[in-house]
């Protein structure tokens, strides 16, 4: 069965740079969610979308930001890097927004900042 | 707020005996609560969940968790444990109100170490 696809799974930018992690969503998911697991730390969640509109915001810093695109796909930006942003970042789909609705992970992008 | 607590960083087993690791949780009226595992460098993987109903729920690779709601717990269970069920486990909780947001709050996790 066709799972979560995140790009790339690793990425090594320096502080202060940009980063663009892409996420897409199991066929027919229209939501998406983010999260952020940092070094033997329980995932956080950052910011969701339903239907291409956010519909969640959590721990997200301001200088990020993310978008659910007309495909349902997502991109996280991240922009001024910094040594803390280094965390293993998590995209999950579900079908609906409803809550009762489980959430499926994909494999995650690693994140390292120098 | 919601909140979610796993009381045990680490669970020691050995293989073919029954485990059990815990989870309590915290949240107004009735939760949604969800297992997942993660295995070293990958993603979560859903084990299963409790919306509503029989509050014994079965879910994948033999696991089974039992809902209690005077207890506010959510123990995953499994009758003989596998070397292979050794890996990250996350309880995790969702407010069913329509104003509570639709993300899942995780636990601190737990660590399955299942010996041979």
């Known amino acids: 069965a066709a799972g979560v696809i995140q790009s790339p799974r690793h990425l090594i930018k320096e502080k202060r740079e940009t980063a663009t992690l892409k996420c897409y969503p199991i066929p027919r998911h229209d939501t998406v969610y983010w999260y952020q697991q940092g070094p033997g730390q329980d995932p956080q969640f950052l910011i969701s979308?339903?239907?291409?509109?956010?519909?969640d915001k959590g721990s997200i810093p301001d200088r990020f930001s993310a978008q659910q695109f007309s495909d349902y796909h997502s991109e996280l930006n991240m922009s001024s890097l910094e040594l803390g942003d280094s965390a293993l970042y998590f995209c999950?789909?579900?079908?609906?927004?409803?809550?009762?609705?489980?959430?499926?992970f994909g494999p995650g992008t690693r994140l390292t900042v120098t | 707020a919601q909140s979610v607590a796993q009381p045990e960083d680490q669970v020691n087993v050995a293989e073919g005996n029954p485990l059990t690791v815990k989870c309590t949780y915290s949240v107004s009226g009735n939760p949604y609560l969800f297992w997942y595992v993660q295995y070293p460098n990958r993603g979560l993987q859903f084990l299963l969940k409790y919306i509503t109903g029989d509050n014994l729920v079965k879910g994948s690779y033999g696991f089974e968790a039992e809902f209690n709601k005077s207890q506010t717990s959510f123990h995953l269970k499994k009758p003989s444990a596998l070397v292979s069920d050794s890996a990250l486990y996350f309880c995790a909780v969702r407010d069913p109100r329509p104003d509570a947001g639709n993300m899942l709050t995780f636990g601190g996790g737990t660590r399955l170490m299942v010996k041979p």
């Open positions: 979308f339903y239907e291409k509109m956010q519909s």
């Open positions: 999950a789909s579900s079908l609906s927004g409803r809550a009762w609705y489980e959430q499926y």
